[in-house]
């Protein structure tokens, strides 16, 4: 269950107090050498007067290295500290948190909290792995589409309309993703890559689903036009990926107002990864979020 952040925590203000947090998540073993794998005694700390706390030298590439190399933070000039307390927030945002709000909390300019939260996106994608479901599991899988209305557009073309697909397991986890389009050639390879076909697929009346639903242990419907969301005792429904749908656009809508297609993954990944991680501590899921910042990296290029 979460609970509420303690701001007074060292972590958030002290930039030593940070990097120390971020070696004993990244590195739980000790030091290791992000460019040879290297670790043990084979990682020298250098400690001179003129070195800056944190760096350290692998012997064997002969390569000094800090905690940050090797991931999202690398070459980062926003302290520790503040890269600590933006996980810290996102990670307690259930609907999301703006970069103007993080931008007024950190006392950065607006460039920098947006490639800030979007570096930690990338932390949190691909956080689960391995697919959903399985034997006497429910996955069920529906679409949606986001995206601004035209009437709040008050200059140039509406913004286009987004199509999401999801996939939940019923009492697990959740897979999202951003499609061109919304029909059975694109949405089969990824939901028979997501679900494990060991599955029971549960679906709405769209023509899409029938053909890949007899790849999986069955497949049942609810017949939404119909007016019918519930039947069978309450096992044929799909109200659990419609509940996730509805903090995605909660997330969208009331935080971030618009968000273009070529972000919309990012945004994905971090409602996947804050549902995927809703038993856990607000602090348990940032701890979890920067440890995911290991072995990524995304340029300001790259993000734009």
Known sequence: MATKTDLTNPIFHDNDAAREHLEALLWPDGPSCPLCGVMGDRITKLQGKSTRPGVYKCKDCRKPFTVTVGTVMERSKIPLS???????????????????????????????????????????????????????????????????????????????????VALVERE????????????????????????????????DESKVYP????????????????????????FMHTNTIESYFAIVKRSIYGNFHAVSEAHLPRYLAECDFKYNTRKLSDAERSALLLIGAKGKRLTYHQAN
Do not use: C
């Open 82 to 164: 503040k890269w600590v307390l933006a996980a810290q927030l996102m990670s307690s945002s259930k609907k999301g948190m703006s970069a103007l709000q993080l931008q007024r909390m950190l006392g950065t300019n607006y460039e920098t909290a947006w490639f800030l939260f979007h570096r930690l996106r990338e932390a949190a994608s691909n956080v689960e792995s391995g697919p959903i479901g399985g034997s006497n599991k429910v996955v069920e899988a529906d679409e949606t589409y986001v995206g601004g209305k035209a009437k709040n557009k008050a200059f140039g073309p509406p913004p286009k309309k987004a199509a999401v």
């Open 172 to 203: 697990g986890n959740v897979r999202s993703f951003h499609v061109a389009n919304v029909d059975a050639k694109t949405l089969r390879p990824a939901i028979v890559k997501v679900a494990s076909r060991k599955s029971y697929l549960m679906t």
């Open 211 to 234: 053909k890949i639903g007899r790849e999986f242990a069955g497949h049942g419907t609810v017949n939404h036009s119909a007016d019918e969301y519930v039947r069978h005792g309450g």
